[in-house]
């Protein structure tokens, strides 16, 4: 029986220990004096435009009539009067202790109302920092909220100082990205709409801009979107006359949209928060960064070669900026013009009469390859004509060959993975 007890006795001091160091309310809890600012009628006094506040959440209780009701946590509170109209950010996520944080108007703590604000955490979903669009002379309460059952990890600390819309806010204004796998970084944290502006049904309406040009034609995806954004590509010069290419967005079931982007087009690309304009929830607008991704090209196979897959035919004249980052070569491939298959890429053209045709990379930036073939798969090819380097400085160029009406001709160019033309 005395060992019994013992252990009995050694089990409850186990729980209570356990309990008070995870912060759950109770005797630990009991044992703190409450910090002067425990209640909404003595709220610490903060001022100026930019500064910080250290406090403690240890002890803290809560009131009735405290928003949140049955559910709210132990809470201390500031007040803020802004001394000029404009933005403000407050964040909460630099103390020991990361608490809760809310922002509201009003004298009395049954009556208090919240505005409108930006919740700009560090990461999605995680971290208290609002941005507050302040109005001059008018009085602000923030509440600080959660559970510490001991001093030292339930230190807090308050910032707060003006905040900036972000620089590419405006559609004129949009970030230039460049390179064949353009990043998209940045916030939108208290971002606008603007007037004309194409939202998604499930826009926070904090919408940032970026403008992308590709040096040549690519197949692009928009990977990796988090799940709190929308991200949409568009064509068009002005908000109000743009046309959607491609959109990314969890909401909508979208992972991974791909896109084909010809050589020189402008792509307007927006990105947004989801929210719920019904009910005029607005997402999270922490910092991201998202990665477009250049795929192969279709005709790096030779199953779909271009003027084959496409259903358009070849033209007989004509030239095409394009690049082979990314291609490989076929199980089977031949050798073209002696160099043995790498990166290729292959075109179909099927002449309606019989032509003289001249095919030349000349004035390419990479060093090519090219090769004319017949033949129905790539490891049954008969080859017509191959050049390496006739065209000089290390460009290829088939200058002539007569083709028949009708007949198929394969033309293959390879080289290294670089853009080229």
């Known amino acids: 029986m005395g060992v019994a007890m013992w252990r009995y006795r050694g089990l409850v ?26 209640a909404f009628a003595d709220a610490q006094v903060v001022t100026g435009t930019s500064g910080s506040v250290d406090g403690n959440i240890a002890g803290a209780t809560t009131e009735p009539g405290e928003p949140g009701g049955d559910t709210a946590q132990p809470s201390i509170w500031y007040r803020w009067t802004a001394p000029q109209s404009g933005l403000y950010r407050f964040d909460a996520t630099t103390g020991v202790f990361k608490p809760g944080m809310a922002v509201y108007t009003g004298t009395l703590l049954s009556t208090l109302q919240r505005p409108a604000t930006d919740w700009c955490p560090p990461t999605a979903y995680d971290g208290a920092v609002y941005v507050l669009p302040a109005t001059a ?70 919408t940032v801009w970026f403008s992308w040009a590709p040096g040549v034609t690519v197949r692009e995806a928009v990977r990796d979107v988090p799940q709190h954004l929308i991200v949409t590509v568009y064509t068009g010069s002005s908000p109000g006359a743009l046309t959607r290419v491609a959109r990314s967005a969890s909401v909508h079931g979208e992972y991974g949209t791909e896109f084909t982007a010809p050589a020189g087009t402008t792509y307007r690309i927006q990105v947004d928060s989801q929210g719920s304009p019904p009910f005029g929830i607005v997402g999270p607008q922490p910092p991201f960064r998202v990665s477009m991704i250049k795929l ?8 779909c070669a271009i003027g084959l897959t496409s259903g358009v035919p070849l033209p007989l004249s004509g030239s095409e900026l394009t690049d082979n980052i990314g291609a490989t070569a076929e199980a089977g491939e031949p050798a073209h013009a002696g160099s043995t298959a790498s990166h290729s890429l292959w075109w179909q053209l099927t002449p309606p009469v019989g032509a003289t045709v001249t095919v030349s990379t000349a004035g390419s930036g990479i060093d090519t390859v090219l090769a004319v073939y017949t033949g129905a798969t790539v490891d049954a090819l008969t080859g017509v004509v191959a050049d390496d380097d006739s065209a000089g400085a290390a460009r290829a160029g088939c200058r002539s060959r007569a083709s028949a009406a009708g007949r198929t001709s394969w033309r293959s160019t390879a080289g290294p993975a670089r853009p080229g033309r």
Request: proline share 10%; charged share 15%.
């Open 296 to 303: 192969p090209h279709c005709n790096d196979a030779f199953s």
């Open 137 to 206: 002379g008018t009085s602000y309460v923030l509440s600080l909220t959660g559970y510490s059952a001991n001093v030292a990890p339930g230190a807090t600390t308050l910032r707060w100082g003006p905040h900036a819309r972000p620089a590419n806010d405006a559609f004129a204004a949009a970030t230039v990205v460049t390179t064949l796998e353009p990043v998209l970084a940045g916030d939108n944290c208290a971002a606008t709409a603007e007037s004309g502006e194409p939202l998604d049904e499930y826009t926070s309406r904090r």
């Open 13 to 38: 001091v186990v729980l209570l220990l356990v309990g008070a160091l995870l912060g759950v309310p109770g005797r630990a809890d009991a044992a703190l004096a409450p910090p002067p600012n425990d």
